[in-house]
């Protein structure tokens, strides 16, 4: 019976991991939605000459708001403005993520400005500016986490139907001696003998005319 749960149950867990990756990855990308749309809002408004004063959007605490913000830099990744704040000040990001960011090629990063706190950022050039728009990933986060416990459970819901049904079948088999279905089950003496009365045999002719001749040949 071990033999033959080997190999369905490597192709359920093939399956079920590659689901798994696909529908966390979707959820990660997705993230990038909101912070890239309105990086390349704020980098708009810079191009066409708005000024910064164009960038004031409230201000958000990126340590305990989900809500998205945007930052401008400049060339060497001081905050100008923007609505994300981190201990009462505009919060500071790496020179070397604005740095990847490039004319028409939006960068993409997670971003950790503090322990505990993981953000979504898309950076987009404009000019001489950099636009970074941001979302904390806690919710993100949260959602592949249920899809982790979602696809555990029905991983192993599936590994112990296919148990199950092997079983069941193995018991139905040698129920039945149902040689077609169940190979393995070796037949009772009784059946193999009652097959094998039923082959037909196929009748030896006997040729007599070698007899006759010799008959003949006696009696002249």
Known sequence: MRHRLIIPSVLITLLFGSVYGLLHGMNRSMANDM???LASQVAKQLEVGLGLESVQMGRTDLANNPVPFVIVYDKKSKPLAGSGYLRGTLAQIPVGVVNHATTGKPHAVTWQPQKGVRIAS?????GDYYVVGGQSLKMTENRSTRLLWYT???YLITLVSLVAATWATRRWCAHTHDRCTCSSVPMPDSLVA???SQVKRTPVKKTTSGKKRINKTAAK
């Open 35 to 37: 912070p890239e749309l």
């Open 122 to 126: 898309v950076t987009v050039k404009a």
């Open 152 to 154: 555990l459970a029905g």
């Open 194 to 196: 009652a097959e094998s």
